[in-house]
């Protein structure tokens, strides 16, 4: 007798039930769209970001290469043929790097661009990031360098080389940091699987390098993270 008065009252509210079910599913399609279009979003913002990382990053290449090329020319600036062939490959090289600065506002604006130089154009308000500074700086001593006087030669390459590490901390801070933990992790794995036989090919080279050069102050190789958490 109860199903029966379940199955009267159903068919009496046909349309009720029908429209109920129908409301079912329309939030559930609702909820899965939603989810999808959410997924999508998140696709398109990461393909933009590995779009502008790699810009970014061929950018950064082209600023180490560069300031690679200014250390050995500050260290080798006394064997220019002459002081005519000196000042071409100075102006070259402060072409090029002075080209890399602004380009790499386009990825480094300026910091507080609301509380200083206001009175300057957009892209110029506000303070340099140290990415950028880093190769302002490098300008100004390739500008200050002269074949014969000013600072050593040395000392130079030293302020320059000082220049480059600070862009290559920079840029690899710039990086999305999980993105990163993604990259290294799949990467740890082979470095483990490898690691024992690429330190010691490494130690191998580093004694023959401390052999053929005994004066030679070679930086000491970081400890592994594991071990010195061991």
């Given at each position: 007798?109860?199903?029966?008065?379940?199955?009267?009252?159903?068919?009496?509210?046909?349309?009720?039930?029908?429209?109920?079910?129908?409301?079912?599913?329309?939030?559930?399609?609702?909820?899965?769209?939603?989810?999808?279009?959410?997924?999508?979003?998140?696709?398109?913002?990461?393909?933009?970001?590995?779009?502008?990382?790699?810009?970014?990053?061929?950018?950064?290449?082209?600023?180490?290469?560069?300031?690679?090329?200014?250390?050995?020319?500050?260290?080798?600036?006394?064997?220019?043929?002459?002081?005519?062939?000196?000042?071409?490959n100075k102006v070259n090289l402060m072409m090029?790097?002075?080209?890399?600065?602004?380009?790499?506002?386009?990825?480094?604006?300026?910091?507080?661009?609301?509380?200083?130089?206001?009175?300057?154009?957009?892209?110029?308000?506000?303070?340099?990031?140290?990415?950028?500074?880093?190769?302002?700086?490098?300008?100004?001593?390739?500008?200050?360098?002269?074949?014969?006087?000013?600072?050593?030669?040395?000392?130079?390459?030293?302020?320059?080389?000082?220049?480059?590490?600070?862009?290559?901390?920079?840029?690899?801070a710039h990086t999305d940091p999980r993105r990163?933990?993604?990259?290294?992790?799949?990467?740890?794995?082979?470095?483990?699987?490898?690691?024992?036989?690429?330190?010691?090919?490494?130690?191998?080279?580093?004694?023959?390098?401390?052999?053929?050069?005994?004066?030679?102050?070679?930086?000491?190789?970081?400890?592994?993270?594991?071990?010195?958490?061991?």
């Amino acid at each position: 007798m109860e199903a029966s008065s379940v199955m009267d009252t159903m068919q009496n509210n046909w349309s009720l039930v029908v429209t109920v079910v129908s409301a079912i599913f329309a939030i559930i399609g609702a909820i899965a769209s939603h989810l999808e279009t959410r997924r999508q979003e998140k696709i398109r913002v990461e393909t933009l970001r590995m779009h502008v990382d790699g810009a970014s990053l061929d950018w950064g290449s082209a600023a180490i290469d560069v300031l690679g090329r200014m250390v050995m020319f500050a260290k080798t600036r006394r064997q220019q043929t002459n002081e005519q062939s000196f000042q071409t490959n100075k102006v070259n090289l402060m072409m090029q790097l002075s080209s890399l600065i602004e380009r790499g506002r386009m990825f480094f604006p300026n910091i507080d661009p609301e509380k200083k130089g206001a009175e300057k154009h957009g892209a110029y308000r506000g303070s340099r990031p140290p990415i950028l500074d880093a190769l302002v700086f490098a300008y100004y001593e390739l500008e200050a360098m002269t074949r014969d006087d000013g600072p050593t030669g040395e000392n130079s390459a030293a302020f320059i080389e000082e220049c480059r590490r600070l862009l290559v901390s920079e840029l690899q801070a710039h990086t999305d940091p999980r993105r990163r933990d993604m990259i290294l992790g799949r990467y740890d794995k082979q470095r483990r699987s490898h690691r024992e036989e690429a330190l010691g090919h490494a130690a191998s080279i580093k004694n023959r390098l401390k052999a053929r050069r005994p004066h030679l102050e070679i930086e000491a190789q970081q400890e592994d993270p594991e071990q010195e958490a061991a």
